[in-house]
């Protein structure tokens, strides 16, 4: 494994991904900085040596300049082709980038398939990476790292640093053509809560999440419309990946699963407050939001939920929950956010512990399996990679992945954006309807 430093201000992250972009499959996991006040690492890479697109149980996997054709669980078709690496100061140092949508629920446990699959996206795209620019803004370096596993590069540490000399390239301006249209109406929304209420009343279930989905048609350059979302409404496990013809430009704010020398941490995401230009009545509105009994509520069951969840590869007596009901701030909203953490067992690897917990539990509801399977019989479209995962998993057994929530994806012609929301026994169905709004309105406002 060969480790350079460059010497590029890290603060550049955006002119580093503008000279790599034309490469095949180029990614950007993007902490947001200089705006966002948290996140430490940008990682950008590109031209990954092997890619594995999973779609309706079958698996493409293209090496080079040939593709097979295999069936499998793809978490663990993705696990074959990472490498066992000694640990190391850098979060990634080769290995599996891309995303899982959260269809992909469908393989893990005995769902119903009944909302309509109508984008026909693919289910799991991921590249394995030999090399990748890594910023670190906290101590302000920036490294190249080369791992030596493609049999045949096309990408070195000399042609990267040529390709980071050239000007930036010229990009069409990006502009929505119509209004974002929802998959579903108001009536229908109240539907469907009524429907969810009755599941609770029954018994049936604590928490449902209840999604909607926009669509808008677009032109120019979607990697312009994404700076503009990480300027001004900059979150930290934000991403933009390109795949051929799909695109993901995320603004999450929700770390999903992250694992660091054996150490897992998640930050599941619940509880839900707009802000305020006024500093004193945005600060009231984040203490409302802390002492609300039923966003507590909504918060615990999925901390419950996780803590089961994190049980299954981690060390028992390990998992501990350090900080509860922290509230924390983004452009558009306050959130309420719990910290709870492990120790992954010696029998399991970081990915085992992402399939054990996907799709998760912020974004489902709780008991989980059930929540699924409500949610399959209520919303009109299946959810692809919103809800799902995007982030790394590394060669020295590092991960970090968000909850792809505020994520936007796109073909070359239509766009989507997709937000929803907790229901819980004395949710309001005026108040809930008007939260998704509220989630989003800031993506709105900059496209």
């Known amino acids: 494994m060969k480790i350079k430093s460059i010497k590029i201000n890290p603060s550049r992250s955006e002119l580093i991904f503008n000279s790599l972009q034309h490469l095949p499959w180029p990614c950007f996991l993007d902490s947001c900085q200089p705006y966002s006040e948290t996140g430490r690492y940008d990682i950008i890479s590109a031209d990954p040596y092997i890619k594995l697109i999973y779609k309706k149980g079958v698996c493409r996997i293209f090496h080079r300049d040939k593709m097979e054709k295999v069936t499998g669980d793809p978490f663990i078709l993705c696990k074959k082709y990472l490498h066992e690496q000694p640990s190391s100061d850098l979060p990634f140092t080769g290995g599996a980038i891309g995303f899982f949508s959260y269809d992909l629920c469908q393989y893990l446990e005995k769902l119903p398939s009944k909302a309509n699959n109508d984008t026909q996206f693919n289910e799991m795209m991921v590249g394995i990476y030999d090399w990748a620019i890594i910023m670190d803004h906290q101590e302000k370096q920036v490294f190249y790292v080369e791992n030596g596993n493609d049999p045949s590069p096309t990408i070195t540490s000399e042609t990267i640093e040529k390709l980071l000399q050239n000007s930036a390239s010229q990009n069409k301006p990006f502009s929505l053509l119509e209004s974002w249209a929802s998959n579903m109406s108001y009536h229908q929304y109240c539907d469907n809560f009524k429907k969810i209420k009755k599941h609770i009343l029954h018994g049936d279930c604590y928490q449902i999440n209840l999604t909607q989905r926009f669509k808008n048609t677009y032109e ?8 503009q979302l990480r300027e001004k409404n900059y979150a930290p496990y934000s991403a933009f990946l390109q795949f051929d013809d799909f695109t993901i430009m995320s603004c999450s704010p929700e770390q999903f699963l992250h694992v660091s020398d054996q150490k897992v941490t998640t930050k599941p995401m619940k509880g839900t407050s707009q802000r305020d230009v006024n500093p004193t009545i945005d600060k009231k509105l984040a203490e409302q939001l802390f002492y609300s009994e039923k966003n507590r509520a909504e918060n615990l069951m999925i901390v419950d939920l996780m803590r089961n969840d994190l049980g299954r590869c981690c060390i028992p007596g390990s ?3 350090p900080n509860l009901f922290a509230i924390e701030s983004f ?14 067992d010696e029998d399991h690897k970081p990915i085992d512990l992402l399939r054990a917990c996907f799709p998760g539990g912020s974004i489902t509801g709780a008991p989980k399996i059930r929540a699924m399977e409500i949610i ?4 009109p479209n299946k959810r692809s990679i919103y809800c799902g995962t995007i982030g ?5 057994g590092n991960m970090d992945t968000n909850i792809a929530i505020r994520t936007l994806f796109a073909d070359r012609k239509s766009i989507y954006l997709s937000v929803g929301g907790a229901i819980v026994a004395d949710s309001g169905v005026k108040s809930e309807y008007d939260e998704c709004y509220t989630k989003i309105n800031k993506i709105f406002e900059v496209l």
């Open 220 to 227: 120019g350059d979607l990697w312009i419309a994404y700076k």
């Open 319 to 321: 998992i501990k929950v």
């Open 331 to 344: 452009p558009g909203v306050h959130q309420m956010v719990t910290t709870v953490n492990g120790v992954l």
């Open 376 to 379: 399959e019989s209520l919303e």
């Open 392 to 396: 790394y998993v590394s060669h020295n």
